[in-house]
């Protein structure tokens, strides 16, 4: 299992957190991605990170303000994001896969629950 945590309120320009943490199983051969779904909108691929750390992946709009990272001693996954603004407002999801391309929602097998992240203007 996946447990998506860390989400909350914040106001532009501010920073938050998640965290990924996984239970009942090892995911240090698992990449880990995160996934946001705004209301109203399709789910959107985020940030991937490879299963050893070495890999990492940005979509466009967020890249070089959030920083994906991995301890997989603590079998957990960060998602650190900066320099938020409204656009960034969705629930944030984590999910982990043994193949497959990372930007590609289909290629996870496990999905954590979802944690609600709220830019104020």
């Known amino acids: 299992q996946l447990q998506a945590s860390g989400g909350g309120l914040v106001q532009a320009g501010g920073s938050l957190r998640l965290s990924c943490a996984a239970s009942?199983?090892?995911?240090?051969?698992?990449?880990v991605g995160w996934f946001r779904q705004a209301p109203g909108k399709e789910r959107e691929f985020v940030a991937d990170?490879?299963?050893?750390?070495?890999?990492?992946y940005y979509a466009d709009s967020v890249k070089g303000r959030f920083t994906i990272s991995r301890d997989n001693a603590k079998n957990t996954v960060y998602l650190q994001m900066n320099s938020m603004n409204p656009d960034d407002t969705a629930v944030y999801y984590c999910a982990a896969r043994k193949w497959g391309r990372g930007t590609d929602s289909l290629s996870y097998e496990y999905w954590g629950q979802g944690t609600l992240v709220t830019v104020s203007s």
């Open positions: 990170i490879s299963w050893s750390g070495a890999g990492t």
């Open positions: 009942g199983r090892t995911f240090s051969s698992y990449g």
